[in-house]
């Protein structure tokens, strides 16, 4: 596609409940991050993918946020038993090379959790 | 650990005028800098990035400059607009090991009047 696109532009789930946020990044690009950004920060970051695996899970919180990329494109962010702290905007990018290419990020998720 | 910090955290200019948005970084071992414009609400827009090699970057009325040695980079924009209005980011990506993921500061909310 032109730009990195993520779905669902908006999601409001219950305390408790299990969500998927689903990421498309530009086409050919082979490196694809996730990022969260609370209101007033500037993103943190959560994940790195080269193609299929995952090179950098450090920024995950912990063992309820879970991310997959399965053919080396589209990748699933997935959180279980979501708390209300987990209402953010979560941010995808990606970029051509695993090193210093620009990151394009797309227009972002915001989940919130009631 | 990087840490990246953005002053001012919120300017307001009359159009035309001239401005610098400064950002500040810990640790000099960084592979590249990058600005990014935020609009309330959508995702991030790359504006300019500069590798550490290099010492500035220019984008039309946006000029970008890296100190790497003094943790410094500043973004300049020349002859404001009102649609310049945004939240400016910088984030730095490190010189160590495969890490690819950015750190970000929280950004500079930039207000141009008419």
């Known amino acids: 596609g032109a730009g990195v696109s993520q779905t669902p532009s908006n999601k409001v789930t219950e305390k408790g409940k299990y969500v998927e946020l689903r990421c498309d990044p530009i086409s050919g690009h082979t490196a694809l991050y996730w990022y969260r950004q609370s209101l007033g920060q500037g993103p943190e970051f959560l994940i790195y993918f080269q193609g299929t695996g995952a090179a950098d899970d450090s920024g995950l919180p912990n063992d309820r946020f879970f991310a997959v990329r399965p053919e080396g494109s589209v990748s699933t962010l997935k959180i279980q038993r979501t708390e209300r702290g987990d209402s953010a905007v979560y941010l995808c990018a990606s970029s051509a090379l695993a090193g210093g290419d620009e990151q394009f990020f797309g227009p972002g998720t915001r989940l919130t959790v009631l | 650990k990087q840490e990246v910090t953005q002053i001012p955290a919120a300017l307001s200019v009359p159009e035309g005028e001239n401005l610098v948005l400064n950002c500040s970084f810990t640790?000099?071992?960084?592979?590249?800098l990058q600005w990014f414009r935020q609009d309330p609400g959508k995702g991030l827009t790359s504006l300019l990035l500069?590798?550490?090699?290099?010492r500035e970057q220019t984008s039309g009325r946006l000029n970008a400059s890296l100190d790497k040695s003094s943790g410094r980079s500043t973004l300049y924009i020349a002859a404001s607009q009102p649609g310049d209005s945004a939240t400016y980011l910088c984030a730095v990506r490190p010189n160590t090991g495969t890490a690819s993921k950015l750190t970000f500061g929280t950004g500079t909310r930039l207000q141009v009047t008419l």
């Open positions: 640790d000099s071992a960084i592979y590249n």
């Open positions: 500069i590798q550490s090699s290099q």
